[in-house]
């Protein structure tokens, strides 16, 4: 039997305090209700509490078993611990007072001993999540499948090489994909955790790259069957579990969407601990995915640069999180996507407190760094040097050679004939850092 009472039932609803405030549960810079270029916060950062890391990590890691007992971990019936594990989500919700939350299948329902009892398994959580939901401000940001942790996914899912794992990872993203329209979700999300390869001693490349490509299709083709009008969001990641995977990072998964036709109705969800991963900083991919048309939504979280693996922990870095806010405000905000929070505490910090904490602070950070980034673009000053350092490209003559109405042996013979000499510029680096860091 499970108790009635949860990890959270005890804990005070967070409220905002100010900066000055001494109290360690409480908002310092994320006043939900400030209204900041016409929106108030929350509509700006749209936070989301994930599931998985909240309520079903317990602290293991790969040298050590686990270190957080939650009260569903303790076994019995699995679809009791499911339900008293979503009375403690909604719980965790209320507390932090953020307006969204996002769940694996897995994460909410126990396997099956068949896919039909899986699947019915997920269903009935899914009514009892929509009955929670009726007495909660919480509102689904988006759901996705978990097509990595069962042995049948050890091979991929989309990309394994029996077709039996493909139909039954298709249907899994279908009937997820039903859950989260029925629930209202603004998005549906599909993390490829295992679709690459270990070895390309056993693997034919361009077999599993169409498999992902009609899996994706198929997926998009649903979406408009069902009349679905969320965001269908791709995570990119480069590696861990695999040594390579196929949606490795932003500008690769542009290339693979382009590749099936797929550029206009897929976006990219982008994790900071991915990007890390991938050789890159959090802020590189949101503005490569700005520049291309497709930056949809962001899991919040940092990696380890000494460590090679997804660490996923809460984010402290205010440079980083200000100019990766900086570019989502420069590429009108995230629309239907959000700001969510994949990451977990640390294996020795096992109370429920530690898991509110953790979210305050970075709640905080995500705040504090999108009212930095809009002072900065305000102040127009970081703007204007940018622009001051490309306005050789406004004149008539360089928008020539940018649009195609000048050939290349017309540029030549316009550089010859007025013998040309162009000097080195500074590119005002060191000034530019010291015009960021006084903004912070």
């Known amino acids: 039997m499970f108790v009635t009472k949860t990890i959270f039932e005890d804990l005070p609803t967070v409220r905002f305090e100010g900066e000055a405030s001494e109290n360690e549960l409480a908002y310092r810079w994320y006043d939900a209700d400030r209204v900041v270029s016409g929106k108030p916060l929350s509509e700006h950062l749209r936070f989301a509490v994930a599931y998985w890391h909240s309520l079903a990590m317990n602290g293991s890691d790969p040298f050590g078993a686990a270190t957080i007992h939650r009260p569903w971990m303790a076994g019995g019936d699995p679809m009791a611990a499911a339900k008293a594990k979503a009375d403690a989500a909604f719980d965790l919700f209320r507390v932090l007072d953020l307006p969204f939350y996002t769940f694996h299948d897995r994460d909410i329902a126990p396997e099956g001993d068949s896919l039909k009892e899986s699947l019915a398994n997920f269903h009935e959580m899914a009514e009892y999540l929509g009955r929670k939901m009726e007495g909660s401000k919480a509102k689904l940001l988006w759901c996705t499948a978990n097509l990595f942790s069962h042995p049948r996914f050890m091979a991929g899912a989309a990309t394994n090489p029996d077709p039996e794992i493909f139909a ?8 997820c994909m039903d859950v989260t329209k029925a629930l209202g979700g603004a998005n549906y999300v599909l993390w490829g955790g295992r679709e690459g390869y270990e070895t390309l001693l056993n693997t034919d490349l361009k077999q599993e790259i169409q498999q992902l490509g009609r899996f994706l299709t ?3 083709e649903y979406k408009h069957k069902i009349g679905f009008e969320g965001q269908i969001l791709v995570e990119p990641k480069p590696k861990e579990p695999t040594a390579h995977q196929y949606d490795f990072d932003t500008a690769t998964v542009y290339g693979f969407l382009k590749q099936f036709g797929l550029e206009n109705e897929v976006r990219v969800n982008l994790e900071a601990n991915h990007a890390l991963l991938a050789g890159h900083t959090f802020e590189h991919e949101i503005a490569t995915a700005a520049s291309l048309g497709i930056l949809g939504s962001l899991d919040i979280n940092r990696g380890d640069p000494l460590l ?16 990766s806010m900086y570019h989502v405000i420069k590429a009108g905000g995230l629309g239907k996507g959000g700001c969510n929070f994949d990451a977990k505490v640390r294996r020795q910090s096992f109370e429920g407190e530690d898991v509110v904490a953790a979210h305050v602070g970075g709640v ?10 809009a002072g900065l673009i305000e102040a127009g000053k970081y ?21 195609g109405s000048m050939p290349l042996e017309a540029i030549a013979a316009k550089a010859e004939a007025e013998g040309i000499d162009p000097k080195p510029r500074s590119g005002r680096q060191e000034q530019i850092e010291n015009l960021l860091m006084r903004s912070l």
């Open 168 to 175: 039954y990872s298709a249907t899994t993203v279908k009937h």
């Open 218 to 220: 198929l997926v998009v």
């Open 364 to 373: 905080d950070l995500c705040a504090r760094g999108f009212l930095l980034a």
């Open 308 to 323: 090679g693996w997804d660490t996923d922990q809460f984010p402290n870095d205010l440079q980083s999180m200000t100019m």
């Open 383 to 403: 703007d204007q040097v940018v622009a001051k350092r490309y306005a050789g490209w406004q004149t008539p003559e360089a928008q020539a050679m940018l649009n």
